[in-house]
């Protein structure tokens, strides 16, 4: 990998670290405000028979950050492709 200038490397890190912190923030907010935090008031719902604080806490995070896996490499290959950095 090998970036054209200094600035757009800079610029590509910023991006990646931007990124980073939003999906980050997507996982904090499912698995610790839903799963901990909010699960009594969420409880009060219920889904398919199942209360819907339990569910965050126990599978919902869990889907969540697997999605969220998936999101990074998606979005990272863009960043890649923007950057003229990618492997293709």
Known sequence: MAFES???????????LRLMAILLAIWFTVSYVFGIVLV???NAITIGGAKLGFWFSQQGSI???VVLIF???????VLDKKYNVDEA
């Open 71 to 77: 999101v990074y490499v998606w979005r990272m290959n």
């Open 63 to 65: 889907y969540v950050f």
């Open 40 to 42: 009594d008031m969420l």
């Open 6 to 16: 200094q600035e757009k490397a800079k610029a590509y890190w910023k991006e990646n």
